[in-house]
């Protein structure tokens, strides 16, 4: 059974860089049938698509984060991890890692890990 | 980028109601829709994908319809168990976007 778990700090300073890790068990990164994505949800919101990321490389990120998104996947370990710098409060969510199933040109969530808070503030 | 708006924010209803979601989105994205649930403190969990194929393992009771702009998620018989935020998403564009959920409340 796969799953995902999320790993990282769970406080980060105003201008810093968030950094979190995604540890996919009982499975591989390098599936080709799947990609991998960060989601995010403020306290009490919805939910915001990050990015996403193959098993080659190849990336696309949400034009909103401005640029401040690096999204890295490290076979060798299993894992796929998010980068987002210049945080802000307005940063402070759940952030969700997830994996992505591609079928008939459609795409899905269909797995998630539970979720880790990062809070920002000084 | 694709707006998707969700209808109604918020509704109340029994045990054994039908319920009904609607989720529009603001340009046609054929059948490129997924539903999702979420629970208070739990991550999302998947329900239906490509507008009205049923996720293995989700009870029957829950279907989907709908393409291009206007879709629908019908719960058929309510079960204690489905008390919760309901959301719409596009994966049509190269940015994927959410609608901002629908809260299903017991009356």
């Known amino acids: 059974q796969v799953q995902l778990q999320e790993s990282g700090p769970g406080l980060v300073k105003p201008s810093q860089t968030l950094s979190l890790t995604c540890t996919v068990s009982?499975?591989?990164?390098?599936?080709?049938?799947?990609?991998w994505s960060w989601i995010r949800q403020p306290a009490g919101g919805g939910l915001e698509w990050i990015g996403r990321i193959y098993t080659s490389g190849s990336t696309n990120y949400n034009p909103s984060l401005k640029g401040r998104v690096t999204i890295s996947v490290d076979t060798s370990k299993n894992q796929f991890s998010l980068k987002l710098s210049s945080v802000t409060a307005a940063d402070t969510a759940v952030y969700y890692c997830?994996?992505?199933?591609?079928?008939?040109?459609?795409?899905?969530?269909?797995?998630w890990g539970r979720g880790t808070l990062v809070t920002v503030s000084s | 980028d694709i707006q998707m708006t969700q209808s109604p924010s918020s509704l109340s209803a029994s045990v054994g109601d039908r319920v009904t979601i609607t989720c529009r989105a603001s340009?046609?994205?054929?059948?490129?829709l997924n539903w999702y649930q979420q629970k208070p403190g739990k991550a999302p969990h998947l329900l239906i994908y490509?507008?009205?194929s049923l996720q293995s393992g989700v009870p029957s009771r829950f279907s989907g319809s709908g393409s291009g702009t206007d879709f629908t998620l019908t719960i058929s018989s309510l079960q204690p168990e489905d008390f919760a935020t309901y959301y719409c998403q596009q994966s049509y564009s190269t940015l994927w976007t959410f609608g901002q959920g629908t809260k299903v409340e017991i009356k």
């Open positions: 009982g499975g591989s990164v390098s599936s080709g049938s799947y990609y």
């Open positions: 490509a507008a009205s």
């Open positions: 340009q046609s994205i054929s059948r490129y």
């Open positions: 997830a994996r992505v199933l591609y079928e008939a040109a459609h795409y899905y969530f269909d797995l």
